[in-house]
């Protein structure tokens, strides 16, 4: 699961197509850079491993799994990879395609006669191609309030039939968002099609094969020994935070792994499905593996002329693009608090995989690291990445705290604004989010959402029919606004909701919800 804001995914999309050293480091140099990225983007944790020309040429863990514990990281320490498990979940049905359990171009109503889009135009022909590439015409994060935060009671079943409850946003098969939900009814697929659960299927086809052996998918994960602990340094000082729990998410984010085994996974992905003594077997054909590193849906490359990038797009769970010449294979993962990048350029026999444990500095650290390191191999100068990166999310920060503090500024403002709590009071519902209650408690307003228990929290007046709502699950930063619409006698009968930092991560999408209230 990919989990960052809007504003912070326009920059690192700057950041991760562009490249900045003359040498290509040394490990001595990778370890001061490491240290020095930990300490000035406050991170507790972090490991990184490149492989180079089918060796590992450096792996190491820097930092702490917990800053409790005090347990040091090193090579197999364990982190969730999120949405760096989107290519495994693209692998596991290459391997069913060459199979010939299924075809790329199959309608996925053929193997999921439930499945319903927004049309039935759009329903009768989604293929699993458009499972995987993003270009369903709905907006992003459509849906992931579903499982964000975690301890939600939504099913496989709940998101297979939500899709006709949501908006398009642009025509069908026109525009890249990013969407996490699609990829669980991928896993769906996966399962109907291999008789075993997703999970079972991943763990026994692809990291058992390759030998990835602290390696689970998730409700699998046995060993919890060397497992990173998520933290968050938002506030301004590391702490740990609630990890999150993968439930029926895996096929979208649910992997653990560490980058001692995720550098057999760079280097298969390398070799194009080969692996092995001497490269001998194979997990998936190559023909499918060209279809996996082929564009499928067309992004805008990066303009900077410094970096000469013709193109960018997304295949199948890999972003695509160039860099002063060379092909560029990577994607991002995002949890709270754990956040995570694989880079590979296929021209250079080359991949970098880093692997964090703090929230936002995690991201900060991984895009850093990773283009000065891709920067020694692509021979442009030192760009001082770190302290580049530290400046834009400090100041991307504090924009975004701004909007914050204005609106809870607003709130102690107007505090003894009498309102009649009984207009408000009631049970609204949505198509595809369910039920939430609108209540007394202590003799305030609170709102709770009956089937995701985390979000539960106090309303305070804002302005008008405009609440502003602190939940209790602070982890990540997800507060919201909602405004009720009332009838003429001034009962409320709709909720419109919103985040209201615009750094708030996507997967929060309050605006997505349409909420009636029922009798």
Known sequence: ???????FLAVLFICLTSTASFAQLSSTKIDSLMQEALQKFKVAGAAIAIVKDGKIIHQKGYGVNSIVTKQAVNENTNFQIASNTKAFTSAALAILEDEGKLKWTDKVIDHIPEFKMYNDYVTANFTILDLLTHRSGLGLGVGDLMFFPDGSNFTVNDVVTSFQHFKAVSPFRTQFDYDNLLYIVAGEVIARESGMSYEQF???????????????????????????????SESGTIKTIESYAISTASA????????????????TQLNKGKYGVDMQSTLFSEKNHNEMWRIHTVEQANPDPRYNSHFAGYGLGFELGDSKGNFKVSHTGGLPGMLSIITMYPDMNLGIVILTNTENGGAGLFSAVTQTISDSYLGLDDFGWTDKMVGWMNEGRNQGDDVTKEVWNKVEAVKNTKIKNQDFIGVYEDNWFGKVEVFLKDKKLWMKCLRS???????????????????EYQAMNCDAMATFTADETGKAQSIKMKGISPNIDFSFDFQDLDLKRVN
């Open 1 to 7: 699961m990919k989990k960052r804001s809007k504003s």
């Open 453 to 471: 228990p985390k979000l539960n929290g106090p309303l305070a007046f804002y302005d008008a029919n405009t609440f502003a709502i602190k939940w």
């Open 202 to 232: 991943v763990q026994q086809r692809i990291i058992t094969p390759l030998e990835m052996n602290r390696t689970y998918v998730g409700s699998l994960l046995k060993d919890k020994s060397n497992l990173a602990v998520s933290h968050s």
């Open 252 to 267: 979208a984010g649910g992997i653990y792994s560490n980058v001692s085994d995720l550098s057999k996974w760079m280097i």
